[in-house]
T-cell receptor
Framework: DSGVTQTPKHLITATGQRVTLRCSPR?????VYWYQQSLDQGLQFLIQ???????AKGNILERFSAQQFPDLHSELNLSSLELGDSALYFC????????????????FGEGSRLTVL | QQQVKQSPQSLIVQKGGISIINCAYE??????FPWYQQFPGKGPALLIA?????SEKKEGRFTISFNKSAKQFSLHIMDSQPGDSATYFC???????????FGEGTQLTVNP
C-alpha cells in the first residue's frame, strides 16, 4: 500500500460528459502529480501541484483541469469527454521540496480507470 | 517530444534467465534515473534508482548500469522469476524539477 488513495477506481461515462477524479496523497506529502496511462502512450505527465499551487504542466488538454486543496487532496476534472480520453489516470505524491532537499521517489495510487462510451 | 526512449516493448525470458531492459535519454539536465515496476491493476512502484555520479547500482537481483557519455541506462534482472512478470518503466528527472518523465514501458513475462 503506497498510502495514496484514488477514487473512484472505475468510472464509465458517455462522450460529452464531465467527471472528477479524486486523490488523497500520502500523509505529509506536499506534491501531487497526475499521470495518464493509455495502452499506446505509457505514462504521460499531466500536471503537478505543490502545497496548493500549480508547479508544472505537461500534456494536459484544455478540457482538463486540476486543483489541490488546503488539505492537500487533489482533484482532476475532465470535461467534454471523448472516446480517446479512456485511460488509467494515476495520482502520485512526493514530499516535494523541503528547504534544499528534493526527494525523488513518487508514490503512486492504484489509479482510476475511465471508460468513455 | 519523447525524452526517454525504452526498449524492448515486450520481453519473454525463461525462469532463471537474465532480463535486460534499455533506456536512452536526451536531456543532460536529468540527474535522477529510477526504474518503476507495475503489476496489473496496481500503480507503478519504485524498484531501484541511480544518480549519474555512479556507473552501477545493485539491489538484490536488480542492477542498474549507467553510461553517462552515451546517455543510456539499463535494468538487469538476474535469475528472473515468474513473480517478476510485470511492466517496467524507466524514468528520468531534471535537477530543477521533481516530476518524472517516463519511458514507454516494457512488458516482461518470465516463463516457469
Amino acid at each position: 500500500d503506497s498510502g495514496v488513495t484514488q477514487t473512484p477506481k472505475h468510472l464509465i461515462t458517455a462522450t460529452g460528459q464531465r467527471v472528477t477524479l479524486r486523490c488523497s496523497p500520502r500523509s505529509g506529502d506536499l506534491s501531487v502529480y497526475w499521470y495518464q496511462q493509455s495502452l499506446d502512450q505509457g505514462l504521460q505527465f499531466l500536471i503537478q501541484y505543490y502545497n496548493g499551487e500549480e508547479r508544472a504542466k505537461g500534456n494536459i488538454l484544455e478540457r482538463f483541469s486540476a486543483q489541490q486543496f488546503p488539505d492537500l487532496h487533489s482533484e482532476l476534472n475532465l470535461s467534454s469527454l471523448e472516446l480517446g480520453d479512456s485511460a488509467l489516470y494515476f495520482c502520485a505524491s512526493s514530499l516535494g521540496t523541503s528547504g534544499r532537499r528534493i526527494t525523488g521517489e513518487l508514490f503512486f495510487g492504484e489509479g482510476s480507470r475511465l471508460t468513455v462510451l | 517530444q519523447q525524452q526517454v526512449k525504452q526498449s524492448p516493448q515486450s520481453l519473454i525470458v525463461q525462469k532463471g534467465g537474465i532480463s535486460i531492459i534499455n533506456c536512452a535519454y536526451e536531456n543532460t539536465a536529468f540527474d535522477y534515473f529510477p526504474w518503476y515496476q507495475q503489476f496489473p491493476g496496481k500503480g507503478p512502484a519504485l524498484l531501484i534508482a541511480i544518480r549519474p555520479d555512479v556507473s552501477e547500482k545493485k539491489e538484490g537481483r536488480f542492477t542498474i548500469s549507467f553510461n553517462k557519455s552515451a546517455k543510456q541506462f539499463s535494468l538487469h534482472i538476474m535469475d528472473s522469476q515468474p513473480g517478476d512478470s510485470a511492466t517496467y518503466f524507466c524514468a528520468a528527472r531534471k535537477t530543477s524539477g521533481s516530476r518524472l518523465t517516463f519511458g514507454e514501458g516494457t512488458q516482461l513475462t518470465v516463463n516457469p
